[in-house]
Nanobody
Framework: QAELVESGGGLAQAGGSLRLSCAASGRSNYALGWFRRAPGKEREFVAAISWSGIATYYTDSVKGRFTISRNNVENTVYLQMNSLKPDDTAVYYC?????????????????????WGRGTQVTVSS
């Protein structure tokens, strides 16, 4: 089981930027991703990245604004969030696939096939 610890959340103004980090330990060679849960809503997928870092995938609402990347030497995944909107306000969770290397192992995985971090709060003011 992977242990995941998120950091970098906080308060930003609309149009601003934040960078989330997730330090991973316990396993290697797996796909990583970010999810979020807004107040009163279900958790939703945000972005995923393959083990190699070459392939990425985003939900439509963040395309062109968010960038996922990873550093396999430091076992860390990042989410650079630009042009933030109040609708981006949520708790952001890092996730690691238990089953594979591809971003599809994040996007299509049932929750029980992922390891989860505890989350970091992102609040965007208008």
């Amino acid at each position: 089981q992977a242990e995941l610890v998120e950091s970098g959340g906080g308060l930003a103004q609309a149009g601003g930027s934040l960078r989330l980090s997730c330090a991973a330990s316990g396993r290697s060679n797996y796909a990583l991703g970010w999810f979020r849960r807004a107040p009163g809503k279900e958790r939703e997928f945000v972005a995923a990245i393959s083990w190699s870092g070459i392939a990425t995938y985003y939900t439509d609402s963040v395309k062109g604004r968010f960038t996922i990347s990873r550093n396999n030497v430091e076992n860390t995944v990042y989410l650079q969030m630009n042009s933030l909107k109040p609708d981006d306000t949520a708790v952001y969770y890092c996730a690691a696939s238990r089953t594979g290397h591809s971003f599809t192992d994040i996007v299509q995985a049932p929750p029980e096939n992922l390891d989860w971090g505890r989350g970091t709060q992102v609040t965007v003011s208008s």
